[in-house]
């Protein structure tokens, strides 16, 4: 029986495509053959960047006794969690509350009715720390099949009526009021880590939900603590290891509370966030370090994620070659003061040494130094060290790179969508957003079929097999509505008004108005996923309603705001609990509680430097969720447009707020106001 994952588009599976395990991979063919065979299937689910995968596919999956072993006794099927996040989310929450702990790569073993009754996640080759061996719990899991059918049938049988208990009902609730929203704040200042910015101890995850949350509660209500916090985590991050001092970019998360040694692996989520976090932090502040951050991180988003096909690749390895054949953890960033040396000669080394932090000790292993920018007392000559920076990063380029991860995933690209394009029109870089035109293109040519039903995912100009989730739909709506709003195309508000009238019709509970991960008629698993908590990226129950919002202030359609104010109950239940995990449901109740205000802006043509104006301000406005649209008098192309004539042949802006509009203006500085006041 083959190893059956060689035609597959996910990277992750490609690389077990020559283990002589022979993996399936998720499909109802694989549960089939359990049944008629009579074994247990395991499952297991990494992805392609996962540096313990890697450890574990080398040391069990590519050995050939393992390999008979599990041939003989289990159908084995190997998930890529990016592309099967329904799958991933389904059997982690069994391991998490069977086990209190979860993670990547995740083994379980199910029955051949995808029931779970055995539950892991990394296992070693031989026993330690007293943790068993991949053999010995491979021989106990068989024999309990084996001997005790009944009992391992029970069990599953328990674990799934467990998992079906689990349904949140909370979007019947009210939609969250400045009582919630204050609780919130008081919540994460409890938690915050005033001497190293972010929030709780190690590892450290960059918390850009939060962050967005904190400055649109600072731009509606002046909270001067909110803005200092957002602040002060920016900051420590863009100097920590955590961030990439020569070629731009965040790493996943921190092993420590300091933002020094990060775990390595870039991934498309972080940076499209962060660099929209950045961006919005410039606009609240005028930050210089905010700018350069945003710009650099999209820079490296285009230069190094950018698919040949206009979209963005999904993650780049922790791991590369260390110059000795082996694949190590950090190789490619890490430095030693010898190195730099060698790159730089004595004198500029010893100042690279001093500015870069790095140390005869080193802060990462075997005496190599993570490159930070630690505070410190005196000037350097700036043209002295982009030279060193430039030079650093000339020789780094020399090394054995990262792998790439080439999938294209729709949420993901429609987070970098948002991000490029308004990073683009904040900083007069157009070329950023071309990019996010070029990535929306995609999205719409491969992801969208004629129903405007996305496509999780493609690689190399080719679709992949796997239906879109709630996250893909409200991520993509998302990015659409940010490039609808900077190009004055309104065809982008219209693309995303396919999207939410799906999320609409397949993943709201009509009766709760609560949302599932996954689409009505998708495959159907062991339960209907639902998860309104941020992970890494932005919950796909709040991402809708934020979506579901601004398309509504756009087009005042009365069903999408009223799915988006239920949608919200669940912040009103869990904002004031547990702040942290729900900060992008907290940065669309801002908005909410703000309007969220609408700008029209008409002018005799895009072109015109007078509208130009009155556009780029309206796009700088602080105020949370403040939605825009730019064209001229009687064009079709939004909904806001109808009826707002220029002002004495001038270019004028309105804005509108709750169904009442203030007066319309020509002069910037006016707009400015009602959209900070």
Not at 78 to 91: F, N
Not at 307 to 312: I, K, L, R
Not at 448 to 459: F, I, P, Y
């Amino acid at each position: 029986m083959p190893n059956r994952l060689a035609h597959e588009t996910s990277p992750y599976l490609l690389q077990h495509a020559d283990n002589p395990v022979n993996w399936w991979p998720w499909s109802a063919e694989a549960f089939e053959e359990a049944r008629k065979s009579g074994k247990p299937v395991l499952l297991s689910v990494g992805y392609s960047s996962c540096h313990w995968c890697h450890v574990m596919a080398h040391e069990s999956f590519e050995d050939q006794a393992t390999a008979d072993f599990l041939n003989e006794h289990f159908v084995s099927v190997k998930v890529d969690r990016e592309e099967r996040p329904d799958v991933d989310a389904v059997y982690m929450e069994a391991v998490q509350a069977a086990t209190g702990q979860g993670g990547w790569p995740m083994t379980v073993f199910l029955t051949p009715d995808a029931e779970p009754f055995y539950f892991g996640t990394y296992f070693p080759p031989a026993p330690r720390h007293g943790s068993p061996s991949f053999r010995q719990v491979l021989e106990g899991v068989s024999s309990a099949w084996s001997d005790r059918r009944d009992e391992v049938a029970e069990v599953a049988g328990k674990i799934v009526r467990d998992l079906a208990g689990r349904e949140i009902s909370y979007g019947d609730a009210q939609v969250p009021g400045e009582e919630e929203l204050a609780q919130a704040l008081l919540g994460l200042t409890r938690e915050y880590d005033p001497q190293r910015g972010g929030f709780g101890g190690a590892p450290k995850f960059p918390p850009s939900m939060v962050i967005e949350f904190l400055l649109r509660h600072h731009a509606r209500t002046g909270a001067e603590g909110a803005l200092q916090m957002a602040v002060d985590t920016c900051e420590r991050m863009a100097r920590g290891g955590i961030y990439d001092q020569l070629g731009g970019g965040f790493a996943r998360y921190s092993v420590d509370r300091e933002w020094v040694v990060p775990h390595f692996e870039k991934m498309l989520y972080d940076n499209a966030l962060l660099c929209r976090v950045y961006a919005h932090l410039w606009r609240s502040t005028g930050s210089e370090l905010a700018r350069r951050v945003a710009l650099e991180t999209a820079d490296f988003m285009v230069r190094e994620l950018r698919t040949a096909e206009g979209g963005f690749a999904s993650a780049l390895d922790a791991d590369s070659d260390d110059g000795t054949g082996r694949h190590v953890e950090g190789a490619y960033y890490v430095w030693t003061p010898q190195q730099l040396t060698e790159a730089l000669g004595e004198e500029d080394a010893e100042l690279a040494a001093q500015y870069f932090g790095v140390t005869e000790e080193g802060t990462f292993e075997h005496g190599q130094s993570v490159l930070q920018l630690p505070q410190q007392d005196g000037l350097f000559d700036a043209e002295k060290i982009a030279s060193i920076r430039q030079r650093l990063l000339d020789r780094r380029s020399g090394r054995p790179a990262p792998g790439r991860d080439d999938k294209v995933v729709a949420a993901w690209n429609g987070l970098a969508v948002a991000a490029l394009a308004e990073t683009g029109a904040y900083f007069d870089r157009p070329d950023l957003v071309e990019a996010a035109v070029g990535a929306a293109d995609l999205l719409v040519r491969l992801h969208l079929d004629e129903q405007a039903r996305l496509t999780r995912t493609s690689k190399d100009g080719r679709a992949g097999a796997n239906a879109g989730v709630l996250e893909d739909y409200a991520d993509v709506a998302e990015g659409f509505l940010a490039l609808a709003s900077v190009t004055g195309e309104g065809v982008w508000l219209e693309f995303a008004g396919f999207l939410l009238d799906h999320v609409l019709a397949r993943f709201v509970d009509a009766e709760s108005g609560s949302l599932y991960d996954t689409a009505a008629d998708a495959e159907q698993l062991i339960r209907r996923p639902q998860d309104p908590t941020d992970n890494a990226t932005p919950s796909g129950w709040t991402a809708a309603a934020g979506a579901l919002l601004s398309y509504a202030a756009h087009t005042g359609g009365e069903p999408h705001r009223a799915a988006a104010e239920r949608a919200l109950g669940v912040v009103k239940a869990l904002g004031p609990r547990v702040p942290r995990f729900i900060g992008w449901g907290l940065a669309v109740a801002e908005a909410l509680l703000d309007g969220p205000r609408e700008v029209a802006i008409v002018g005799p043509s895009l072109d015109d430097p007078a509208t130009q104006t009155l556009h780029r301000t309206a796009l700088l406005g602080h105020a949370p969720g403040v939605v825009v649209a730019v064209g001229t008098p009687g064009s079709d192309e939004f909904p806001l447009l109808a009826d707002r004539p220029l002002r004495q042949g001038r270019p004028a802006a309105y804005v509108c707020r709750n169904f009442t509009c203030d007066a319309p203006t020509t002069d910037p500085d006016q707009l400015r106001t009602a959209l900070t006041r």
